[in-house]
């Protein structure tokens, strides 16, 4: 078991590294571009990028205690803050951008006794967001159908809404599902069968608490759009870059948000800068012009992972070794699924 961890770390380690020499080798060229964009940093601009991303931490923990309230969880604002941004320090370096979810998951479950609750909240925390990252990116595509050089998106987002739909309905309509025997021979077939029945299950509370869960999916589109704003802010503060419409961050963020999320790199890394070079070009902007934007909103997310790491060892926090995380970790997937 240990070996096989050991080479599927490994291999993401190789893919995280061939994705970054890849896409620096591959755009050599236009490196003394990116160099001179980002010696032109507008700094006070860069930190009201930096100050709207705080924002999005503090509505982040306000909708995290929403959904915990479903499920009769107390735990104070701050403790919730705190692990938000413990959370941003491991998603620098564990799977996809989203890879501290994990680790907030374990520190919360610690700190609650409530684990395979927490770990569906966290689920459906994440499920939220990315909802409404899609109905964003898919707003903003029908706002953008006149501009041809958009077009190309439009296949990617439908394709990304429609399996966001069709994996939200078959969680919360699981007894409707049971009248089509297809879909649950195929649904049999999947080896985490148990755990997406037990996920199933638990999401089956928020059903009875609709006013909560409208609340937390507002706060959700809040949450997104401010998070956008802050890159558009950030590339606002390259001197260097022409302006570029704010409609073109709400289509292309969403796809590089939950592109640099899949469990394929460690921390996302190359997948997120790449994905500003390739989402970007598509609207006619230079590649280099986009590495300096990916390179400079990758800096906001490293500061607040920074951010994580003082209030990590500050006194109070439970400093626990890398493999009593895996542990814990372990347990709690056990925890997930039926007995």
Partial sequence: MKKKKFWNLAVR????FFILF?????????????????????????LL?????????LLGACRLKVLMHVHEIRLSFLKILKNIYIGYLFNLFLLGSTGGDVVRSYY????????????????????????TMMCIALS???????????????????????????????IFSKDKLKRFPVIQMVLSKIAFRETLKKISDTMHVFRNHKRKVFLGIFLSAVI???????????????????????RYFFLMMPIIFMGSAL???????????????????????????SLSMGLMNRLILIILGVIGAVLYVMPGTEHIAARAIEE???ELEEEAQLP
């Fill in 263 to 289: 469990p394929v790199s460690l921390g996302g890394w190359g997948i997120f800068e790449g994905g500003f070079v390739f989402c970007f070009a598509l609207a006619g902007i230079s590649e280099g012009d």
């Fill in 224 to 246: 997104q759009s401010l998070a956008i704003i802050s890159c558009y802010i950030v590339s606002l503060s390259i001197t260097g870059i022409k302006d570029i419409p704010l």
């Fill in 22 to 46: 890849f896409l620096f080798y591959g755009m050599r060229g236009n490196l003394p571009q990116v160099k001179s964009n980002i010696l032109s940093l507008h700094v006070l601009t860069f």
């Fill in 108 to 131: 919360i479950a610690k700190e609650t006794n409530r684990k395979t609750e927490i770990v569906t909240l966290i689920f459906f925390d994440r499920l939220i967001g990315m909802i």
């Fill in 13 to 16: 380690l190789f893919v995280s």
């Fill in 328 to 330: 814990g970790i372990e």
């Fill in 49 to 57: 990028g930096l100050l709207v991303y705080f924002l999005v931490s």
């Fill in 140 to 170: 903003s595509l029908i706002f953008n159908l006149h501009d041809p050089r958009l077009k190309k998106m439009a296949l990617a987002v439908f394709i990304l809404l429609l399996a966001v739909i069709v994996f939200v309905i078959g």
